[in-house]
């Protein structure tokens, strides 16, 4: 029997209990692919350890109004599961789940696959679009702790998928109680430094049109914007935010929306806390009537369809 094919779902990881907040929050601010402190290596940690200290008071109380925790590993598990199922029990697949700065680290993982000596590797970050931000310090935490494991396949991006597309049409229609009058769909992306953008980051363009191609799913029935969110540090980043975006749609006398987190694959801090309970406010206070958060795709059929498709297409090549 020829050797099984490890595939790895990594995702940015989260969290599950209050506890790991800081040194979660430490890990992420460590990275130096998203985050620049003088100094080298040396300035990063001191840096990285002053404001994850300083940050993560405040990130426990918002975890803590969500349940205690985040949801996203539980999601990429489940996620993962439905995969291994859709892949077959024939032992041709072994499905993985890596978080890049949570348990289980992708050191973890590759350690792991080093023992199982693999001989053939597919990554999937879990981010629709590609980022230097997200896609793009996956690949080189990989490369950092994979050492003389095979050089994997990358699925670096999915997002005009069709499979994908109908997975998103699906979840914003679920959302949407057809009596009375439409919604406007206000799609919320993650939002990026605009230096990454003028250096050639993709991730604006992509997720531009990634809303097209959701809205030519949608049969284009509903009027529609883009918003970004999570804003971190004083640099500028995309914009409008979506409390920029909630008040020009106010102005322009809509009272309706559906909120699509369209960066994302899984439900955690940014989708249960920052939409569903800070903007949600903010958009009820200032002239929205009727406010709802489509979900994110999650293990949907459609969604999981699709990672088979794309695994399968690496393996056909």
Known sequence: MSQPVDIILANLGAPSKLDEVQPF????????????FPFGKAGQSFFSSLISKVRAPKSRKYYQAIGGGSPLHANTIRQAE???????????????????????????????LRELNSSRIILIPLYPHYSTTTTLSIVNEWERVAG?????????R?????????????????????????????????????????????????ITHNMELIMDSLNREYSYSLCYQSKVG??????????????????LGIERVVVFPISFVSEHLETLYELDIQKRDYAL??????YQRARTVEDSDDFI?????????????
């Open 285 to 290: 206070s200032h002239g929205i009537k009727e």
């Open 305 to 317: 369809r699709l990672l088979v498709k794309l695994i399968k297409g690496q393996i056909n090549e």
């Open 158 to 206: 999915f997002y005009s998928e069709p499979l994908y597309l109908d997975a998103c049409a699906h979840q914003i229609r679920n959302c949407i109680d057809e009596s009375g009058d439409k919604p406007h769909v206000l799609f919320s992306a993650h939002s990026i430094p605009v230096e990454r953008v003028k250096n050639g980051d993709p991730y604006e363009k992509e």
């Open 234 to 251: 004083p640099v500028k980043w995309l914009e409008p935010s979506v409390e920029q975006e909630i008040d020009r749609l106010v102005s």
């Open 25 to 36: 929050l430490k890990n992420l601010f460590n990275d130096a692919d998203i985050f620049h």
């Open 148 to 156: 003389d494991l095979v050089t994997p396949s990358v699925i670096e």
């Open 82 to 112: 439905k995969l291994q199922t859709m892949l077959g029990s024939s032992g041709q697949y072994r499905v993985w789940v890596a978080q890049r700065y949570w348990h289980p680290f992708m050191q973890e993982i590759s350690d792991r």
